[in-house]
């Protein structure tokens, strides 16, 4: 399919995926990602940009136990999304982990790691995951 | 205002048609659509056609033009209408636009997904192109996933337990027994959907609505036309509404809630002049127990929190407060994604005729349809009435 064949789709979305640019609209506060120029919530213009937070908790979970093509050889695996530390709310993988490892209310940070890959031989798709924060004792 | 009547319905069964392509589908539905009416194919001015993923699926786009050539009606208006898994309520709410305005007197509505052309992995990739690609596809979300996050958070927000939710799977498949077009016409227990493999956690198989092959179609004509052409008016179309909601459930606030049912609905209660407990017969997009849920609670029948009630004290059964999914449902019926908008308001036309067979609700003059695009990102509700 020719979304998994194009290299500028990746390539335009790079700051916001790989840095977690994300959005904060002026007027009624929400927060989100990615950045966008229209807030989702209340349709405000008034947004700017903001440096999203490295660390969170796993709001809700579920382990893909039926991938979609680009994802079957990772079967299973854990999505989430992911309550950062100032509120925002992001969808992404949750690794490092076992399914029987984690839990609600878990806390995780980011990491850069592979998503999906073009075939054999294009590119590969990077982008943020989280995995459980390990207590310093 | 103009009126819009309902002036024939067809459909296909659900299930595996590894013999016919997705045209001889939506071809045997629209024509049985016109047999039914009793009338000549030439009377059709406008197809809408609702399809999710031919693109994807059968490498087909142009349904509107595949269809009006291969039915040998080339020259009418005609197109595809895509709202992922509502593409079959947005098409039959464009057909009835069509017919409201003034501009057409005779249009059909038609849904189309053929499902078994691809593998599952390839079905599940197409499935969530219903969301974001960039964002949540991208992070390898199943739509199953999506819907399972959705399930976490009613249980944990409403303390209702898997045990009660999945019980709608089991009303669905009793019901499907009696429907000859159903895919699944066998009665399942409990025991069965809960110990059914887990397809994303904690939804199990028999939780979700299969995938399979059908077609469904109305046609529809304004009250002019009905005469014009000798027919009776029985059934009449009293509202159709569209509402989208924000696209991905990360940007929302409240993940147990449809916004966009809740929009539909009111639009739709509205046109029509009625409120909810007006409705005699009613068919949710339960594409999962917990959506069928939370789509009981959105549309006016119970409290936030409390639709399972309605399932387990047998208030959606045929004898009950709220007539629910009489056919099969999503899950039992089936679910070829794009048809499925269509084949709902194809079986409350059905109750509303009086052809429901064994599943047949006395005196139903009211039904309410419900489809659903993706995790609420479209609903699409019609509202159908027995004017005689």
Known sequence: ???????????????????????????????????????PRCGSNNVEEIQLPHTGIILYYSVVRSAPTEFKK???????????????IIPAQITDAEPSEINEGMRVEAVFRKYREHGKDGIIEYGIKFRPVIEET | MR????????????????????????????????????????????????????????????????L???????GVAACKVEAACASGG????????????GVYDCVLAVGVEKMTDA??????????????????????????????????????????????????????????????LAQYRRAITLDTVLSSPLVADPLRLFECAPTGDGSAAILLCSEEKMKELGLEAEVEVAASSVATDILSLHDRDDLTTLVSTRRAAEKAYKMAGISAKDVDIVEVHDAFTILGVIHLEDLGFAKKGEGWKLVKDG??????????????????????????????????????????????????????????????????????????
């Not at chain 2, 069964?13 to 001889?24: A, F, L, P, V, Y």
């Not at chain 2, 947005?90 to 305005?101: C, E, Y």
């Not at chain 2, 960039?134 to 009613?154: D, H, K, P, Q, T």
Request: charged share 20%; with cysteine.
């Open chain 1, 74 to 88: 990772y079967e299973p695996y854990i999505v989430a999304l992911v309550k950062l530390d100032d509120g925002t």
């Open chain 2, 3 to 66: 009126r819009v009547f309902v002036a024939g319905i067809g459909a296909t069964k659900i299930g595996e048609h590894w013999e016919r392509s997705i045209r001889d589908l939506m071809v045997e539905s629209s024509l049985n659509a016109i047999k039914d009416a009793g009338i000549d194919k030439k009377e059709v001015e406008a197809i809408f056609v609702g399809n999710m993923s031919s693109g994807y699926l059968q490498g087909q786009e142009h349904l509107g033009a595949l």
């Open chain 1, 1 to 39: 399919m020719s979304y998994m064949r194009s290299i500028p789709r990746v390539w335009r979305e790079r700051k916001k995926k790989y840095r977690l640019i994300g959005g904060r609209c002026k007027d009624c506060g929400k927060t989100f990602y990615p950045y966008r120029t229209f807030c």
């Open chain 2, 68 to 74: 009006s050539t291969w039915l040998g009606i080339p």
């Open chain 2, 315 to 388: 208030e959606i059964e045929k004898d009950g407060k709220v007539p629910t999914n009489l056919m099969g449902g999503l899950k039992a019926r089936g679910h070829p994604v794009g048809a499925t908008g269509i084949y709902q308001i194809y079986d409350v036309a059905l109750q509303l005729f009086g052809k429901a067979g064994p599943n047949q609700v006395d005196d139903a003059s009211i039904g309410l349809a419900q489809n659903v695009g993706g995790v609420g990102g479209t609903v699409s509700i019609s509202i159908l009435k027995r004017v005689r």
């Open chain 2, 119 to 180: 593998v599952t992995s390839d079905l599940t990739s197409a499935l969530i192109m219903a969301d974001d690609q960039e964002y949540v596809a991208f992070a390898g979300f199943s739509f199953v996933a999506l819907n399972a996050l959705v399930y976490r958070a009613y249980m944990k927000k409403y303390g209702a337990k898997q045990e009660d939710i999945a019980l709608f799977a089991v009303h669905d498949h009793k019901y499907a027994v009696n429907n000859p």
């Open chain 2, 90 to 101: 947005a098409a039959f709410h464009n057909a009835f636009l069509a017919v409201k305005s």
